[in-house]
């Protein structure tokens, strides 16, 4: 009894056991390599100016991909045909790929937005029909908060394939707001009491120097431009500040308020005892 099974023992199980050591010393071995590996590429990945959110979903799908390969290699120890088991792997993921197309559009635009930073948390962009300040930026979407405090969220994919206006990248903004004159209107002497209103607003960038000039002629008088930078966090409050000084310097002064010429009020219906409008912008 012994003697027949010992050819046994010899050709199968001890084989067999020696196998499963190694498959297991193996898996021991690949572990331990894949965490050094993965742990070495985190800590360059957060030297740079990589989300530490994307940091982790990149080394946590690498180290998924990385126990894959490690399982067939041992599977190919073993003398398992492993060219099946690649082929229903890849059959899975194209299946996979072809149901979640969409979703894995915006995680690769999400890893583009971070590698490339063409805005940041607290910008102030327009970018996919939507005009805000950005709040987050996640793997898959980024929320843009309008100037009416309504929360929107936007698909990566959208943000990152439409033209993106950054309004915080640079630290000033020109401000431009019209002042319309009437017909009769000292355009030379509203130009100069414009320039010396602008003096009173806070906030502008003295880098640049305001201007006032003449932007066109229309049938109701002459179109002022009146220009100055304002420091991009402040840009609402002298973009309203010029508004008011325009309305207060343009009516303190005199300065006629702009009437609708006859040929306008007989094709639009407004009988010439019309009040004029009361708004010089």
């Known amino acids: 009894m012994l003697t027949t099974s010992f050819p046994v023992l010899a050709s199968v199980v001890i084989p067999f056991l020696f196998k499963l050591v190694g498959a297991v010393a193996l898996w021991i071995a690949g572990n331990w390599f894949i965490k050094l590996a993965l742990r070495l590429l985190k800590r ?142 000292d355009v030379d002497k509203a130009m100069a009491l414009l320039k010396e209103g602008l003096k009173s607003v806070p906030n502008q960038d003295p880098a640049f120097q305001p201007t006032v000039e003449v932007l066109e002629f229309t049938e109701r008088g002459p179109k002022l431009a009146v220009r100055p930078y304002a420091h991009t966090n402040d840009y609402w409050q002298v973009y309203f500040d010029t508004n008011r000084m325009i309305a207060d310097v343009l009516g303190r002064n005199g300065f006629p308020t702009p009437r609708i010429p006859v040929a306008m009020m007989s094709g639009s219906g407004v009988s010439a005892g019309s009040r004029p409008f009361d708004s010089a912008n």
């Open 44 to 185: 360059s990945l957060n030297s740079g100016r990589l989300d530490p959110t994307l940091i982790s979903y990149l080394i946590n799908i690498l180290g998924a991909l990385l126990k894959i390969v490690l399982v067939v290699a041992i599977l190919g120890f073993f003398g398992v045909q492993t060219a099946s088991f690649a082929a229903l792997l890849a059959g899975a993921g194209v299946a996979i790929g072809a149901a979640w197309s969409g979703m894995l559009s915006n995680f690769a635009a999400g890893v583009f937005l971070q590698i490339f930073r063409p805005f940041a948390v607290g910008d102030f962009i327009t970018a996919g029909g939507v005009t805000g300040t950005v709040e987050d930026i996640d793997i898959f979407v980024t929320s843009i908060k309008t100037v009416e405090n309504v929360r929107n969220i936007v698909p990566n994919a959208k943000l990152f394939s439409d033209t993106v206006q950054n309004f915080s990248t640079h630290s000033s903004r020109r401000v431009d707001l019209v002042a319309q004159l009437d017909n009769s209107a």
